[in-house]
């Protein structure tokens, strides 16, 4: 029998999805990514599916690649549902990485590469890492925590690995000796990955059975609330994301090849899932960006590609816009604007579309949900300042703090469930538990729902500021602020106050010089009721970000 939650989302789902798009996904279409993976590498040989730095590899191509990698972990006697982290930025030699230690039958822990030595070596003990592939660039911080890990094999790669002759020559002797960008290391028994490679083409790949319960990613939190925990994602979990991916974007998807601007990092879980897994399923080209903050070089990039999708963050669509030159490129093929990871503001969202001709689309998700929950529809009728209606498959619903179902108009915390959320955190019973009553999976967030069943993020639960007792969140402060004539960014906190608890300060970053205290709070005293009005405002050239690009409250309120 269905729950009141499906049948009102089932309602939903009539009124508002696409034509074409299913209520329901199977998320057993396939055994595991394996599976998923020797589909695309078959069917879509020809065509490219990696592009950086002017050089791209065939589907045809990284499937003799990944088999390499795989036989040569497998020959270091690496088994099935063992640990390998994988610290690299957006190069060639990630999905090479990842799709190989899938052959292998191991399961993936994503790293970022700027993590410092004490988050890295958390991370390696925490999950038990026994390999890692790592940049050579940040291979000095792997030299410092490795006695204290169970780490055995080491691969190491440089930025130009990938590249062709000479090229590839080109630029690593540049990154290494012109710009100095490689401090010295010494890792003892560590193997460069073109001749783990070469080791692999020797070896034969042993055929590993994988299903839709084992672990595929070990994905970490950001650590916000504490000790950064491992979410772990299965198979199935990742594969039912991909086809909710799939069938969502499928009614704005070209003919032809479709290009997807992949700017996030691929390990962080948004651009892990939708962009480079779901491209297993349509056979679409990433466009990777090794290094999205060099706006200048990632214009270029976009000038190089008539891209049909691309996948970002309010920060990164702001900072596209800022550029001179990013409203004369060509937008004729684009077709889907993706945002997630944090609230897309309004005023980014409104000039994006003007400047691009198509309505960004926001969703939500988290690490622990593979990640997309939620999203509102491509077909250009987004609603911005939502999150849009469940995925395929996904129930969501609002619970007070009392327990109860909140009413649509109220808060409270979002629970959801459905094939995409894990089935808990890495060696954490007790963490687990917290986060979960029943199926439903506690998600941390504040929300609402309105009457047509659109979800509305409020704000996290830890960023929530209490002034005199009034809850006040960041989100909608920012929000306004960011409209803010000559304001290009801005971040909120709560910080202590003797007569009200909490009182609301502001970080802002000048788009116009001649911005002054007084006009914010003239503006905010227009736009905001009393107790949601900044007492202070700190100018900065820049805010503390996260590695996707977003801004880091937990930094400012620590006086980062």
Not at 47 to 68: C, H, I, T, W
Request: glycine share 8%; hydrophobic share 40%.
């Amino acid at each position: 029998m269905e729950t009141q939650e499906a049948v009102k989302q089932k309602y939903v789902w009539l009124k508002h999805y696409p034509k074409g798009v299913p209520y329901e996904i199977n998320p057993d279409s396939y055994t595991s990514l394996l599976e998923l993976m020797d589909e695309a590498f078959r069917k879509f040989a020809d065509l490219p599916s990696y592009a950086n730095m002017g050089k791209s590899l065939s589907f045809r191509e990284l499937d003799v690649l990944s088999r390499q990698f795989g036989a040569y972990l497998q020959s270091l006697g690496l088994q099935k549902g063992d640990r390998i982290a994988i610290q690299l930025p957006n190069l060639l030699q990630y999905p090479v990485a990842m799709f190989g230690a899938f052959r292998a039958g191991l399961v993936v822990v994503n790293t970022n590469p700027l993590y410092t030595p004490r988050e890295m070596e958390h991370q390696f003990r925490d999950a038990g890492v026994k390999a890692i592939v790592i940049l050579a660039n940040f291979a000095h911080n792997l030299q410092k925590v490795l006695p204290n890990t169970s780490i055995k094999h080491v691969i190491t790669t440089e930025i130009g690995d990938m590249l062709s002759f000479p090229k590839k020559q080109i630029v690593n002797l540049v990154v290494k000796h012109v710009k100095k960008m490689v401090p010295a290391y010494s890792l003892p028994g560590a193997v460069s990955l073109p001749d783990a490679l070469q080791k692999g083409a020797a070896a034969a790949l042993k055929p590993v059975q994988l299903g839709g319960k084992d672990i595929a990613f070990i994905q970490y939190t950001g650590g916000t609330t504490g000790v950064s925990k491992g979410a772990t994602l299965t198979h199935r979990n990742i594969i039912a994301n991909v086809e909710a991916n799939s069938e969502w974007m499928k009614p704005r998807m070209n003919e032809q090849q479709n290009v997807i601007i992949t700017a996030l990092p691929l390990y962080h879980i948004y651009s892990l899932t939708v962009n480079a897994l779901s491209a297993l399923k349509t056979g679409t080209l990433n466009v990777l960006i090794t290094n999205p903050r060099d706006m200048k070089a990632f214009l270029k990039d976009l000038k190089k590609y008539k891209f049909t999708c691309i996948t970002g963050v309010n920060t990164l669509y702001n900072g596209l816009l800022n550029q001179p030159d990013f409203a004369s490129l060509d937008f004729s093929n684009l077709r889907i604007t993706s945002a997630g990871g944090m609230a897309l503001q309004t005023a980014v969202a409104q000039r994006w579309t003007k400047v691009t001709g198509i309505v960004p689309a926001e969703g939500y998700g988290l690490s622990e949900t593979s990640p997309v929950l939620a999203s509102n529809t491509i077909d250009g009728t987004a609603r911005i300042g939502t999150i849009g209606i469940p995925w395929p498959s996904t129930e969501l619903k609002i619970v007070k703090d009392d327990g109860t179902d909140a009413a649509p108009g109220e808060s409270g915390e979002i629970w959801a469930r459905g094939p995409q959320v894990f089935p808990g955190y890495w060696n954490r019973p007790e963490e687990t538990a917290k986060v979960f009553s029943g199926d439903w999976f506690k998600t941390g967030d504040i929300g609402e729902m309105d009457e047509e069943g659109f979800f509305r993020i409020v704000d996290r639960k830890k960023d929530m500021i209490i002034v005199s007792g009034l809850k006040v969140f960041p989100n909608e402060v920012e929000e306004v602020v960011s409209q803010c004539p000559g304001v290009l960014e801005v971040a909120c906190i709560g910080v202590p106050d003797d007569k009200s608890g909490e009182a609301v300060k502001l970080f802002v970053v000048k788009k116009d010089p001649s911005l002054t205290e007084e006009s914010v709070k003239a503006y905010c005293k227009e736009n905001l009721t009393n107790y949601k009005r900044p007492r202070n405002i700190e100018f900065r050239n820049d805010l503390p970000k996260s590695n996707v690009g977003k801004i880091l409250r937990r930094e400012l309120r620590e006086g980062k």
